[in-house]
């Protein structure tokens, strides 16, 4: 009898009770930080990994729904994000999702970084959480494209607009000035088809507008100048140089006029948010989306 429970015990499968484990912990963290904070939590976990499932894209909204609840006595919801960003459209989605769900008070919590897309769902909230290794990034878009060879690159848009105006406006000069222009227009020729090009314009203007538009709704409403210029930034290439740039709490408010509330790192509520980044980091997939009732994990 012995014998039979040993082999029985051998054959028994623990990866799925050790992955509910790592479940319960979680939940148990954002039930935690619910009882701190008397608001609903969220955890919106993925890593940049690079795989696709990776990016915030429209089977999101779907899997939010499915996590969504509201408890008697608490009011609001803090979204705890870490996402290397994703589609705008659905940035925008989320955004307007949780607001109308939670009564229109929405706070977001970046426990690493929030980058891209993820940035501009931080610009809908009415106050982003920061401590002192969380980051947001520049929203200026990165265009998918294939060159002659097949080989699929992203760039800049806001280079790839840059690169075709400063050609025409030195041949426009040059014309004026009675200078050879000819060079110029050769160098045009080279450039990607200027339907890809009317596609970057498209997208940096709907990453500004984006911007302004959640900036001027809530966080920065009584100062719509302000909105403009965070929205600039943040959306032009050539502010901020580089789509990864770190933009750190410190920046985001003193820079970029953002409503930051800053969290040091012994404060209990970064104590708890950091044990569940942490966890969700452990848990080994590209993507959670969870309350403190329910999880949607994804394997890689």
């Known amino acids: 009898m012995s014998e039979g429970t040993t082999q029985d015990n051998e054959a028994r499968d623990i990866i799925p009770e050790i992955a509910r484990e790592a479940e319960e912990h979680r939940r148990a963290f954002i039930a935690e930080i619910e009882k701190q904070t008397n608001r609903h939590v969220l955890n ?19 899997n939010l729904t499915r996590v969504m609840v509201k408890h008697t006595g608490l009011k609001g919801v803090d979204l705890v994000l870490n996402s290397p960003g994703g589609q705008p459209e659905i940035a925008e989605k989320i955004v307007t999702m949780l607001r109308h769900f939670y009564d229109d008070d929405l706070r977001v919590i970046v426990p690493e970084y929030a980058k891209s897309a993820a940035t501009i769902v931080c610009l809908g909230a009415d106050e982003i959480v920061m401590g002192y290794c969380s980051e947001l990034g520049p929203i200026d878009p990165q265009m998918s494209y294939t ?25 426009h000069d040059a014309i004026a000035e009675s200078k050879p222009f000819q060079a110029y227009v050769r160098l ?56 990864g740039r770190a933009i750190d709490y410190r920046f985001a408010k003193d820079e970029l006029g953002l409503n930051i509330r800053y969290v040091p790192p012994d404060d209990e509520l970064w104590r708890n948010v950091w044990q569940l980044h942490i966890r969700s980091s452990l848990a080994g997939v590209v993507k959670l989306i969870e309350s403190s009732e329910r999880t949607m994990a994804f394997g890689m």
């Open 188 to 243: 045009l020729d080279f450039h990607p088809d200027l339907t890809f090009v009317e596609e970057c314009r498209l997208a940096a203007r709907l990453a500004e507008e984006l911007a302004q538009r959640l900036l001027k709704a809530k966080m920065l409403r009584d100062k719509p100048h302000k909105a403009e210029e965070a929205a600039k930034a943040l959306s032009r290439a050539d502010r901020l140089f580089s789509h």
């Open 44 to 62: 919106y976990f993925a890593p940049a990994t690079g795989q696709p499932g990776t990016i915030m894209f429209l089977p999101d909204i779907m």
């Open 147 to 171: 060159d002659a060879k097949g080989i699929v690159t992203f760039r800049s848009a806001h280079a790839v607009i840059e690169s075709v105006d400063s050609y025409v406006r030195a041949a």
